[in-house]
C-alpha cells in the first residue's frame, strides 16, 4: 500500500536543533526525546517531551528528578512495558521506563567506557577539516602564504581562497590551544527513566564481571525483546543490543 508523509508544526517551544538523539512514544505522556548534539552547545542531556494525544502536537515541560546520563549523543533508549518480573532488565515495575544505553560524549573523572584520544570533531565527522599542524606550525603557514602564491601567479580569486584557508586553520589552531582538554569516549552504562508520576532518572548497575558486558560503544542498534505490557516473560524480559562503532572499531556483536 502507498504511504505518504506530511508536515506538522507542533505548538510550544521546542528543543534545540540537535542529531544523535534518541526518541520514545510512551503510552499516556507522549514522544520522550533524550540526548544528542547541538552545534552551539555540544553534548546534550536534556529531556523534551512531545504531547501527542487527542488534541494538536505540542512541546511541553517534562518534569524529571533523579541524575541524568552524562551528555552523549548516538546512543539508544528503548521502551520497557510495565512487568512484575524481578528478573527483567531494570527489574519489576509498575510503569512504563526508558533505558538508555551506550553513546559518545565527554567522560567524567572516574567514568567507566572507552576513551578513544581523539577530539570531538573527529567523531562527529565535522563538516569542518582540521589542518595537519595545529601548534606554532600554522602561524608559520600564514607566513609562508604570500611567497608561495608570488611563485605561482594564481588569480585574485585563488589568493582570496588561499588567504581565506590560512585564517581559518589559525583561528582553528588559537580556539583548540584555549580549549581545556576534554577525554572523549564511548559509553557502557545504562540509565532508566520511569514513569511514574514526574520522571525519575536511575542508573543502572550490573553485578556481572566488565569481561561479561557490551564494551561501551555508540551508533549501535537496541530494541525490546520480552512482549507488550503485562506479558512479559521471565526468559524473554531483556534488551538486545547490536553492532555500533567502539574504540576498536566498527562491531556487529549481539
Do not use: Y
Not at 552545534?39 to 533523579?66: K, M, N, Y
Not at 562527529?124 to 600564514?142: F, K, Q, T, V
Amino acid at each position: 500500500s502507498a504511504c505518504s508523509w506530511s508536515a506538522v508544526v507542533p505548538s510550544g517551544t521546542p528543543p534545540p536543533a540537535r542529531s544523535g538523539h534518541t526518541a520514545v512514544h510512551v503510552p499516556g505522556v507522549g514522544v520522550i526525546l533524550h540526548g544528542g548534539a547541538s552545534e552551539e552547545t555540544g553534548f546534550l542531556s536534556d529531556t523534551a517531551l512531545l504531547l501527542c494525544g487527542d488534541g494538536p502536537l505540542q512541546w511541553a515541560t517534562l518534569r524529571v528528578e533523579g541524575q541524568a546520563p552524562c551528555a552523549r549523543d548516538k546512543h539508544t533508549a528503548v521502551l520497557v512495558p510495565p512487568t512484575s518480573i524481578s528478573g527483567a532488565v531494570g527489574g519489576a515495575a509498575s510503569a512504563w521506563r526508558m533505558i538508555t544505553f551506550g553513546g559518545f560524549g565527554v567522560l567524567p573523572e572516574g567514568e567507566g567506557g572507552n576513551s578513544d584520544g581523539e577530539d570531538e570533531e573527529d567523531e562527529r565527522e565535522s563538516d569542518e577539516e582540521e589542518p595537519a599542524s595545529l601548534g606554532p606550525e600554522a602561524g608559520a603557514i600564514a607566513q609562508d602564504a604570500e611567497p608561495s602564491l608570488a611563485h605561482t601567479e594564481p588569480n585574485l580569486a585563488d589568493k582570496l581562497r588561499a588567504k581565506a584557508d590560512v585564517a581559518a586553520r589559525t583561528a582553528l589552531a588559537q580556539r583548540k590551544a584555549r580549549s581545556p582538554a576534554l577525554k572523549l569516549g564511548w559509553f557502557d552504562d545504562v540509565h532508566q527513566l520511569i514513569f511514574d508520576g514526574p520522571g525519575r532518572w536511575a542508573r543502572l548497575v550490573c553485578d556481572q564481571p566488565k569481561s561479561e558486558t557490551p564494551i561501551g560503544r555508540a551508533a549501535h542498534g537496541a530494541c525490546w525483546f520480552g512482549g507488550t505490557a503485562g506479558m512479559a516473560s521471565a526468559q524473554g524480559a531483556s534488551i538486545l543490543v547490536f553492532g555500533g562503532r567502539t574504540s576498536e572499531g566498527r562491531v556487529n556483536d549481539t
